[in-house]
């Protein structure tokens, strides 16, 4: 048993079984380019789970009907100053203004603070996406209140363009329950949009390449990323905001000569040149509404297609220009207003200026499951048929006999009054005054984080 075992050669045979190496151990296996670190994903997690608190979609469901309410004592005290009832409208509004000022005031730390932990977060996360935690009972909770808010949304905004448009009783809907509705659905709105937008961001993706460099049995080898204090560093902590880490398209960035310009703009001129923008889009929106019914019709497709091009152009330089994103939500609402008003504009004024009055006879309805009843109507003098129908019909039967406003071209839809422009006027307002806020808020915003960053005199 002890005699020792000699080769072919007469060498000897090392023992078996081996013997083991004295020391540490060393890597078992290839280093795993996917492992995150356990402090990353502990602090990612406790970053998202501040975002997505029930406590803090309490606090913001709080905070708007806190807003409605505060918005439906100053309507009342509207109401009450057009009745002559002074004392209550004044009580109205002694009592809504310090709320408003109150509200706002705790929405601004609410937002604050909610920032903070979603700018911490999203660089966190774009070095170690697969550090992001599922929490799919908050991201649950979240979504679905967020999608009644959408659901009141829908149920104001139709409530009040029904009132608007079609009122009780015969009679045209009273003003300022027509505002409470829409305010209270562009409340709702503003609230529902950001709480499904944060369900749905910062979720583990299904797939993650490999980092550069990386093969089986090889380390993972990290892509050099850029000095924070040098240029691009400091570019990119501008855009730390943004899903992506690349720098957005814009389209000065075609012309490296409108790029340096741009960057080296102070406040107050990119101020004003924002705005002189801003308002050249909102009078291609009104062009749109005017200049048609002079000439063709159809020119205000392309009319508003060109405006709704500039809006976007516009909006692409504000995002590179480095604004957050949550003044983008806003800006696309006033660009759908100011559409609407271009598009609304046109068919009221078309009508005001060519519209005669004539009996019509109702020839059929439609009432589809989507979308309020329109009527197919006859003029009785001439016996013809007009292409365009008559919406809001719904009490009306087939043969019913009533006045018209129509369009002698049958190119605009007829009308029971005479339109009163009050509707392209209110959206026009409301959404060119959107854009406008927006629009400086946003510059405003990009230039002093620019120049927190030494990004001025740069290109932009």
């Given at each position: 048993m002890n005699e020792r075992t000699?080769?072919?050669?007469?060498?000897?045979?090392?023992?078996?079984?081996?013997?083991?190496?004295?020391?540490?151990?060393?890597?078992?296996?290839?280093?795993?380019?996917?492992?995150v670190p356990p402090e990353t994903a502990a602090r990612a997690e406790l970053l998202l789970g501040r975002l997505l608190s029930p406590l803090r979609l309490l606090g913001h469901m709080t905070l708007a009907v806190g807003f409605g309410l505060i918005s439906a004592a100053f309507f009342s005290s509207v109401e009450f100053s057009a009745d002559g009832e002074t004392d209550e409208a004044r009580t109205g509004l002694l009592v809504g203004l310090p709320a408003l000022a109150v509200a706002t005031w705790l929405l601004t730390l609410l937002l604050r603070s909610g920032h903070r932990a979603a700018a911490e977060l999203a660089p966190l996360l774009r070095a170690a996406p697969l550090a992001a935690p599922s929490m799919p009972g908050r991201r649950l909770l979240f979504g679905a209140v967020s999608g009644a808010g959408l659901l009141f949304t829908l149920v104001c905004l139709g409530a009040g363009a029904r009132e608007a448009l079609v009122g009780s009783d015969d009679e045209r809907g009273n003003g300022p329950v027509v505002a409470a509705l829409l305010v209270w659905g562009l409340l709702a709105l503003a609230w529902s949009v950001p709480g499904l937008v944060r369900a749905l961001r910062h979720r583990r993706p299904r797939w993650v390449p490999p980092p550069v460099g990386w093969a089986p049995g090889q380390p993972p080898v990290e892509s050099a990323s850029p000095p924070p204090d040098s240029p691009e560093g400091r570019r990119r902590q501008l855009y730390a905001n943004y899903r992506s880490a690349a720098e957005p398209w814009a389209l000065s960035r075609l012309s490296a000569r409108a790029s340096r310009w741009i960057g080296g703009l102070s406040r107050w001129r990119a101020l004003l040149l924002s705005?002189?923008?801003?308002?050249?889009?909102?009078?291609?929106?009104?062009?749109?509404?005017?200049?048609?019914?002079?000439?063709?019709?159809?020119?205000?497709?392309?009319?508003?297609?060109?405006?709704?091009?500039?809006?976007?152009?516009?909006?692409?330089?504000?995002?590179?220009?480095?604004?957050?994103?949550?003044?983008?939500?806003?800006?696309?609402?006033?660009?759908?207003?100011?559409?609407?008003?271009?598009?609304?504009?046109?068919?009221?004024?078309?009508?005001r200026e060519r519209g005669e009055w004539a009996t019509a006879e109702i020839v059929s309805k439609r009432s589809p499951a989507r979308g309020g009843t329109t009527c197919e109507v006859r003029l009785v003098d001439d016996g013809r048929t007009l292409s365009q129908r008559l919406a809001s019909c719904e009490r009306e039967g087939v043969g019913d006999r009533l006045p018209l406003f129509y369009?002698?071209?049958?190119?605009?839809?007829?009308?029971?009054?005479?339109?009163?422009?009050?509707?392209?006027?209110?959206?026009?307002?409301?959404?060119?005054?959107?854009?406008?806020?927006?629009?400086?808020?946003?510059?405003?915003?990009?230039?002093?984080?620019?120049?927190?960053?030494?990004?001025?005199?740069q290109a932009a």
């Open positions: 000699s080769g072919r050669d007469g060498d000897e045979l090392p023992p078996w079984p081996p013997r083991l190496p004295v020391g540490p151990a060393g890597p078992a296996g290839p280093a795993d380019p996917y492992a705005a002189l923008l801003c308002l050249v889009g909102c009078g291609l929106a009104l062009l749109a509404a005017v200049l048609p019914r002079r000439s063709n019709d159809f020119l205000v497709w392309p009319l508003l297609a060109l405006a709704a091009c500039f809006l976007v152009l516009l909006l692409l330089e504000i995002v590179h220009y480095g604004s957050r994103v949550g003044f983008l939500t806003l800006f696309v609402l006033g660009g759908i207003c100011v559409a609407i008003m271009g598009w609304q504009g046109h068919q009221e004024l078309a009508l369009d002698p071209r049958d190119r605009v839809a007829p009308a029971r009054d005479v339109p009163t422009l009050a509707l392209p006027a209110g959206f026009g307002g409301v959404g060119g005054s959107l854009l406008l806020i927006t629009t400086l808020a946003s510059v405003n915003d990009g230039h002093t984080r620019r120049r927190r960053l030494d990004l001025i005199g």
